[in-house]
């Protein structure tokens, strides 16, 4: 069975910084790109971040200079830390993982960020 736990979500200040977790079991991680996503009521869910197999990342325009995904293999984790939050970046996190050749895509459950002073 497949699980992506998501943890680190809270309240911060703008200006502020927080990092999110995803660990996953159920997949051998090291071969999944993993990604981080979010989603505002309203709103479609959009792409935040993307850390390939290969290390390779790829961030959307709004949080590039700001956000930085990485992973450990070892730990099967993935991680998102968020410098300079700003009220707009308020959303559910969610972490994905997916593995192309085989169409397989998993979701976590979502994590909540809200940036208020």
């Known amino acids: 069975q497949v699980q992506l736990v998501e943890s680190g979500g809270g309240l911060v200040q703008p200006g502020g910084s927080l990092t999110l977790s995803c660990a996953a079991s159920?997949?051998?991680?090291?071969?999944?790109?993993m990604g981080w996503y979010r989603h505002t009521a309203g709103k479609q869910r959009e792409f935040v971040a993307v850390i390939t197999s290969g290390s390779t990342t790829n961030y959307a325009d709004s949080v590039k200079g700001r956000f930085t995904i990485s992973r450990d293999n070892a730990k099967n984790t993935v991680y998102l830390q968020m410098t300079s939050l700003k009220p707009e970046d308020t959303a559910v996190y969610y972490c994905?993982?997916?593995?192309?050749?085989?169409?397989?895509?998993?979701w976590g459950q979502g994590t909540q960020v809200t940036v208020s002073s």
């Open positions: 159920g997949i051998i991680f090291s071969r999944y790109h």
């Open positions: 994905n993982a997916l593995l192309p050749i085989f169409d397989n895509n998993y």
